[in-house]
């Protein structure tokens, strides 16, 4: 069985970072399309950054430059690195694996950033 366990969300100054992490069990992140979203309240959920098994990255216009996704195969974890978080950054962050037609989505973990 595949999960997703995200972690590392929390409250943070505007200006501030924070790292995500998104844990895998059952399957390879290596083998996969990771993909980070988010969800504010009262809006869409939207793409924030996403890894391919290839290692190519993309992201979202809106967090670019300040948004890195990495992973570690050895650990089977995905990041997401947020720098100079804003106030509009603040949003339930998911982890979601995509392999073929396999699509698992992690609980989420809550970002707020506010002084």
């Known amino acids: 069985q595949v999960q997703v366990v995200e972690s590392g969300g929390g409250l943070v100054q505007p200006g501030g970072s924070l790292r995500l992490a998104c844990e895998v069990s059952?399957?390879?992140?290596?083998?996969?399309?990771m993909g980070w979203y988010r969800q504010a309240p009262g809006a869409q959920r939207e793409s924030v950054a996403a890894i391919s098994s290839l290692g190519t990255t993309n992201y979202a216009d809106s967090v670019k430059g300040r948004f890195t996704i990495s992973r570690d195969n050895a650990k089977n974890t995905v990041y997401l690195q947020m720098n100079s978080l804003k106030p509009e950054d603040t949003a339930v962050y998911s982890c979601?694996?995509?392999?073929?037609?396999?699509?698992?989505w992690g609980q989420g973990t809550q970002v707020t950033v506010s002084s």
């Open positions: 059952g399957n390879r992140v290596s083998s996969s399309v």
């Open positions: 979601n694996l995509r392999r073929g037609s396999v699509s698992i």
